[in-house]
C-alpha cells in the first residue's frame, strides 16, 4: 500500500526517501534502487493469441449445434443446405473473431498519456533523463507544459496549476500549494501538495521529489484495474446460449419419436433414423444467428443517426436492460460550459437567460423601472469589470471574432479560463464587448490571479486620461478591500450593514451552488509607471523586480468600490433533464458520479431530479471509503449522487451494483473513469472530451456527449431486444410448423407432404427477407414506459413457447388440411396436393410475420403500412413463390403444377384469414382492457 505522502511534511518526505534536494540523487544510487522498483512504466498482461481467439468462436453451443446440422446435411446429400450452414457458420465466426482481437488498446493509450523525457537533479547537476528511468527520491524541475512524469510531492513551487482532469474529472487546473499538510484522509482532487502522473502543468513552475513510480501511481493502478477486470457475457449471450440448449432438446424429441413410430409400424431403422434426423435438420433455424448479427448492425446504423457509436455489437441489447446509468456530471449532465446567472448590484439581483457561451440572450432586470434607470452607472460599471478584467475570448466556429458583428443561432465556444468566459458573455449579452471597450481604453498592467491572493485586477488608460483599476475575485477578500460601494444609484461608504446584506447575498448564491465572485474598481493615478510593465500572466524570474511588483499590486487593490457579485453554474442539460425523467419512467435509475464538492453535485442533481425524495441519498468519496463492502451492498440503492470520488471509488460502486443484481451503464471521459466503465455491464465514453483510454475501454461512445444519447440508446437497445424476440418468435414458430407438418403426416402413414428441395425454398423466401425486414421495426410506442427485464430473465419469457408452439401447430395444421384435401379432392394428384401444402406453408409464414411485429398489440393497432420494408419483403417472397408454381423451369426443379382460383381461394382463406381474424380478436381483448397505448 502506497504511503500518504500528502500528510508528510517535506523534511518528512526528504528524509523518508533519503535524498539531498540541492543535490538529488547520485548516479549510483539512482541506479541502485532503479535495480529495486524497475522502470517506471505501466507493464501489461500476457495477451491471449490470434490463433486462441479464432478458435474459440467455434466452441459456442449454437455454433457447434450448426456445425452438426451441417455434418449431418452432407451424409444425407442435401449438399446446399450443408454449404449454406456452415458459410453461416464462417462468416459470424469471422465477424466475432474481428470483434475479439482488437487487442486491448486502454494501456497503450495511457502509456501515451505518459512522459516521454524530465528533467531531474542529479549529483547536483540537472540533466534530462527518459522518465523510465526514474525512481522515487528524484528531484523534478517542473515547467509550464510539462507532463508530469510519476507522483510527485511538490516542495516548491510559483503559481503551479496542474490540469488533473484526466484522474479527477474536474475541468479547471488544480492550484498547487506545497506547504500544505493534510493530517486526514483527502481526495485525489484535493491533494494540493501532489503532482500525478500523466497529468499536465498549464501555468507556472516547481519542483517535486519521485515517491511512487510505474504501477504503484496512480495511473499505474488504474491500468491494474483494467487489466483485472474479467470480461462477462451480456445477457443476450446468455440468452442465445439457452436457445441453443433448448432446441437440442427439441431436437432429441422428435429424433426420438420419429424413429421409435417409424420402427413400431415395421419401417427400416436405418431409414427412420435418416428421416428422424432429417428432421431434426430442418428444426434448426440455421439463419437465426446470421438474422440476429444483422439486427445488432441494422441498431448500430440507427444509433450512429442519433449520436451513439457502438464498439461492440451485443452491446446495443444491453443497454435496453440497463437498470442503473452512473453518469459523470460535467459535460454530460451538464452543459460544460460556466453561465452567469445572477449578479447582485444595489441589493437587487439582475437574471441573465441564455444557453452557454452563446452571447445571444438577456438581461431579466427587477421590475421596479425606476431602479435600472437610478443605477444605470453602476450596471455599466458591473459589466466593464466583467469584460475588462478578463483574459478569455469569444469564439464563433473556432474564429475569434468581435461582437460587432455578432449573428444569432452561432456556434459559440470560448479560449481561456471557463470562469472568465462566463463573465465575458454575461457583458456581451448587455452590449459590453471588450474588443469594442479597449478601442477607448487601453491595458496597463495586469495583477494576475493567484490561489493565495484569490484575485486579479488589470489597470485601464482611458482616452480622457483616467485612469482606473478593475478587480475580481472571492467576495470576501474583495469586500475585505473595499472602502466603498455603489448602492442606490451613487458610491458611498461600505458600512457593516451593507457588508453583511452583500455577503448574505452571497450565501444564498452559494447555496444554489453558484461560484460566486465579487467585482470592484477604483480610479488611480500616475499611469506611466505601469508603461511596459504588463505582465499578462508571464513569469518574472527576477527576485527583485517580483518585490517591485508585489508592492505595486499591494498599493492598487485597495480603497476598492464594490459593484456587484456575479453568481455562475455550469447548468443541465435540458435534454438531459428530460432523459432523466424519461429513464425514470423506464424504471432506470440515474446516478451521478463525480470528482465535484457535494453541494455542488447536489444542487445538480435536485434541479435534474436525479435526487426526487427523502430516500435519495448524497455521499462523498471519504464516506464511502469508511463503509465496508456489505454496508455499501445495502446501501448502495438508496446513494443517488457520489461526489469527490476517486477512480477505486468508481469501480467499487459499479461493482456494488452489480451484486445488487443492476445492469449497469457507466459513463466517462477521464482516465480515472476506464476501469469502472471496462467493468460495467455497459461501458460508455464521451466522443468530443473523452480520453482515447476510456473509449478503448468502452462499449458505446457519445458522438454529442449528451446525457440524452443514452436515453435514445437505452430506447433503441429495448427495440433490438424485442426485434430479436420476434425473430425468435417467427422462425421457431414458422419451423415448428414445418417439422409438425412432415411429422404429424409421417406418423398418418401419409407420403411425404413436402419435397426436401421444397423445405429448403421455404426457408429461403420466409426466413429470408422477411426476418430481417422485422429488424427495421420501430418499437411497440410504450416501449420506454415498461420497467427494465429482469436480468436472469429467460429469453422465452412472457409465454414466447406456448406461442410458438401454438402458432406452429396452427400452420402445420391449416398445411395439412390444405394437402388432404387437395390430395383426396384432386384425384390424388401427389404433386397438386404437395404444390397447394408448399403454396399454404409460404402463405401462412408469411401473413404470421405481420402478427409477430409486437407481442401486445395487433396489426390493426400497430398498422400495416409502419413498416415498408416488411410489405416490401413479403411481397418480394410472394413474387418468389409464384414464379416458382407458374414457370415451367422452375416446376420441374421444385415439382411443382400450377393453380387455379379455386386453389386459392382456399389457401387465402386458411392462411391469411385466420391470421387476419386472430389480430382482430386481440385488438377487440387489448381495448377492453383499456391497454392501447396512445402517444
Known amino acids: 500500500m502506497n504511503k500518504k505522502w500528502y500528510s508528510m511534511k517535506i523534511d518528512e518526505v526528504l528524509l523518508d526517501l533519503k535524498v539531498d534536494l540541492k543535490k538529488g540523487l547520485s548516479k549510483d544510487e539512482a541506479g541502485r534502487r532503479l535495480g529495486l522498483v524497475g522502470l517506471n512504466q505501466l507493464t501489461e498482461q500476457k495477451k491471449i493469441s ?6 474459440s468462436q467455434f466452441t459456442d453451443f449454437m455454433v457447434l449445434i450448426l456445425i452438426a446440422a451441417a455434418i449431418i446435411s452432407g451424409l444425407l446429400k442435401e449438399y446446399a443446405d450443408a454449404v449454406t450452414i456452415l458459410a453461416i457458420v464462417v462468416i459470424n465466426s469471422i465477424l466475432g473473431f474481428f470483434q475479439e482481437y482488437r487487442a486491448e488498446k486502454s494501456l497503450e493509450k495511457l502509456k501515451k498519456l505518459t512522459a516521454q523525457e524530465t528533467v531531474v537533479k542529479r549529483d547536483g547537476i540537472i540533466t534530462t533523463i527518459s522518465a523510465e528511468q526514474l525512481v522515487p527520491g528524484d528531484v523534478v524541475l517542473l515547467e509550464t507544459g510539462n507532463v508530469i512524469p510519476a507522483d510527485l510531492r511538490i516542495v516548491d513551487g510559483n503559481r503551479l496549476e496542474i490540469n488533473e482532469s484526466i484522474l479527477s474529472g474536474e475541468s479547471l487546473p488544480s492550484k498547487k500549494k506545497f506547504q500544505e499538510v493534510y493530517l486526514t484522509d483527502v481526495s485525489l482532487g484535493d491533494r494540493k501538495n501532489m503532482a500525478f502522473m500523466g497529468t499536465v ?36 449471450q446468455k440468452r442465445l446460449e439457452q436457445l441453443g440448449h433448448w432446441i437440442v432438446v427439441f431436437c432429441l424429441l422428435i429424433v426420438g419419436v420419429v424413429v421409435v413410430a417409424g420402427v413400431l409400424r415395421g419401417e427400416p431403422l436405418y431409414r427412420m433414423v435418416l428421416t428422424g434426423v432429417s428432421l431434426a435438420v430442418a428444426a434448426i433455424p440455421e439463419g437465426l444467428p446470421a438474422i440476429v448479427t444483422v439486427a445488432l448492425a441494422i441498431g448500430v446504423q440507427k444509433m450512429v443517426k442519433r449520436q451513439a457509436i457502438i464498439r461492440s455489437l451485443p452491446a446495443v441489447e444491453t443497454l435496453g436492460c440497463a437498470t442503473v446509468i452512473c453518469s459523470d456530471k460535467t459535460g454530460t449532465l451538464t452543459q460544460n460550459e460556466m453561465t452567469v446567472r445572477k449578479y447582485y448590484l444595489t441589493g437587487e439581483l439582475l437574471s441573465f437567460v441564455g444557453e452557454g457561451y452563446n452571447p445571444i440572450g438577456r438581461i431579466e432586470y427587477p421590475k421596479d423601472v425606476m431602479w435600472q434607470k437610478n443605477n444605470e452607472v453602476g450596471i455599466k460599471k458591473a459589466f466593464k469589470i466583467a469584460a475588462l478584467c478578463n483574459n478569455a475570448y469569444l469564439k464563433k466556429k473556432d474564429i475569434l471574432v468581435s461582437g460587432l458583428f455578432r449573428k444569432a443561432k452561432e456556434q459559440w465556444d470560448i479560449a481561456g479560463d471557463p470562469t472568465e468566459g462566463a463573465l465575458l458573455v454575461s457583458a456581451a449579452k448587455a452590449g459590453f464587448w471588450r474588443e469594442a471597450l479597449e478601442k477607448n481604453e487601453k491595458r496597463l498592467y495586469e495583477i494576475p490571479f493567484d490561489s493565495d491572493r484569490k484575485r486579479m485586477s488589470v489597470v485601464y488608460h482611458q482616452n480622457t486620461e483616467d485612469k482606473l483599476i478593475y478587480t475580481k475575485g472571492a467576495p470576501d477578500v474583495i469586500l475585505d478591500l473595499c472602502s466603498k460601494v455603489w448602492w442606490e444609484g451613487k458610491v458611498i461608504a461600505l458600512t457593516k450593514d451593507i457588508k453583511k446584506r452583500i455577503l448574505t447575498a452571497n450565501d444564498g448564491m452559494a447555496l444554489e451552488s453558484l461560484r460566486v465572485l465579487g467585482l470592484a474598481y477604483r480610479e488611480i493615478s500616475n499611469a506611466c509607471q505601469f508603461e511596459n510593465k504588463n505582465k499578462n500572466g508571464n513569469e518574472i524570474d527576477n527576485e527583485i523586480d517580483n518585490e517591485i511588483d508585489n508592492e505595486i499590486d499591494n498599493k492598487l487593490e485597495k480603497e476598492l468600490v464594490f459593484v456587484a457579485l456575479a453568481g455562475m453554474i455550469d447548468p443541465p442539460r435540458e435534454s438531459a433533464k428530460k432523459a432523466v425523467k424519461v429513464c425514470r419512467r423506464a424504471g432506470i435509475k440515474t446516478v451521478m458520479i463525480t470528482g465535484d464538492h457535494k453541494n455542488t453535485a447536489e444542487a445538480i442533481a435536485r434541479e435534474m431530479n436525479i435526487i426526487y425524495d427523502a430516500k435519495s441519498r448524497v455521499m462523498t468519496g471519504q464516506e464511502l471509503d469508511d463503509l465496508t463492502d456489505y454496508q455499501l451492498n445495502h446501501q448502495v440503492d438508496q446513494i443517488a449522487v457520489y461526489a469527490r470520488v476517486s477512480p477505486k471509488h468508481k469501480l467499487r460502486i459499479v461493482k456494488a451494483l452489480k451484486k445488487r443484481g443492476h445492469i449497469v451503464a457507466m459513463t466517462g471521459d477521464g482516465v480515472n473513469d476506464a476501469p469502472a466503465v471496462k467493468e460495467a455491464n455497459i461501458g460508455i465514453s464521451m466522443g468530443i472530451n473523452g480520453t482515447d483510454v476510456t473509449k478503448e475501454a468502452s462499449s458505446l461512445i457519445l458522438g454529442n456527449d449528451d446525457f440524452a444519447t443514452i436515453a435514445a440508446a437505452v430506447e433503441e437497445g429495448r427495440i433490438i431486444y424485442d426485434n430479436i424476440r420476434k425473430f425468435i418468435r417467427y422462425l421457431l414458430a414458422s419451423n415448428v410448423g414445418e417439422v ?27 426466413d429470408g427477407l422477411p426476418a430481417m425486414a422485422l429488424g427495421l421495426d420501430s418499437g411497440d410506442p410504450d416501449i420506454m414506459e415498461r420497467k427494465p427485464r429482469s436480468p436472469k430473465e429467460s429469453i422465452f419469457a412472457h409465454g414466447l413457447p406456448r406461442d410458438i408452439l401454438t ?27 404437395r404444390t397447394m401444402a408448399f403454396s399454404t406453408l409460404v402463405f401462412a409464414q408469411l401473413s404470421y410475420v405481420f402478427q409477430c411485429r409486437s407481442e401486445k398489440y395487433s396489426i390493426f393497432d400497430i398498422g400495416f403500412f409502419t413498416n415498408l420494408y416488411l410489405v416490401g419483403a413479403v411481397l418480394c417472397s410472394v413474387v418468389m413463390q409464384l414464379l416458382v408454381i407458374y414457370i415451367p423451369l422452375f416446376q420441374s426443379v421444385f415439382k411443382t403444377v400450377s393453380l387455379n382460383i379455386a386453389h386459392w381461394i382456399l389457401i387465402i382463406c386458411l392462411t391469411v384469414g385466420i391470421n387476419l381474424l386472430q389480430s382482430l380478436y386481440r385488438t377487440v381483448k387489448i381495448r377492453r382492457k383499456g391497454e392501447l397505448y396512445i402517444n
Open 201 to 236: 502543468i498549464t501555468s507556472g513552475k516547481g519542483i517535486g521529489i519521485v515517491v511512487d513510480t510505474g504501477m504503484l501511481t496512480e495511473m499505474g493502478q488504474i491500468a491494474g484495474y483494467i487489466q483485472q477486470i474479467q470480461e462477462e457475457d451480456t445477457p443476450l
Open 740 to 766: 409438425m407438418t412432415m411429422f404429424v403426416a409421417t406418423l398418418m402413414g401419409l407420403p411425404l407432404p413436402l419435397l426436401p428441395i421444397q423445405i429448403l425454398w421455404v426457408n429461403l423466401v420466409t
Open 50 to 55: 490470434a490463433l486462441s481467439i479464432f478458435i
Open 807 to 833: 402458432r406452429g401447430s396452427s400452420i402445420a395444421i391449416v398445411t395439412l388440411l390444405t394437402y388432404i384435401i387437395g390430395f383426396y379432392l384432386g384425384g390424388r394428384d401427389l404433386m397438386l396436393a
